[in-house]
């Protein structure tokens, strides 16, 4: 198994980044970690996956009902 970081952006915000650019919405997620954790290692991540939950169908916005 692998250490991982996970985060979650909800409500208003998740609406905003679900209408803005992926790249962008990368970087403003790892700057925010790297300033959470005092680190720049947070800015360039080994792996980094994201889901719009927003734009999945099924989900109705939601990664669990």
Known sequence: S???LVGLIV???ARLC???DEK???QAVLHH???MFDSVLAL???YYISKD???EPY???SASP
Request: net charge negative.
């Open 2 to 4: 692998y250490p991982a």
């Open 11 to 13: 409500g208003d915000a």
């Open 18 to 20: 679900s209408k803005s």
């Open 24 to 26: 962008a919405v990368k």
């Open 33 to 35: 970690f790297a300033e």
């Open 44 to 46: 360039e991540p080994e």
């Open 53 to 55: 939950w927003i734009k």
């Open 59 to 61: 989900s109705e916005g």
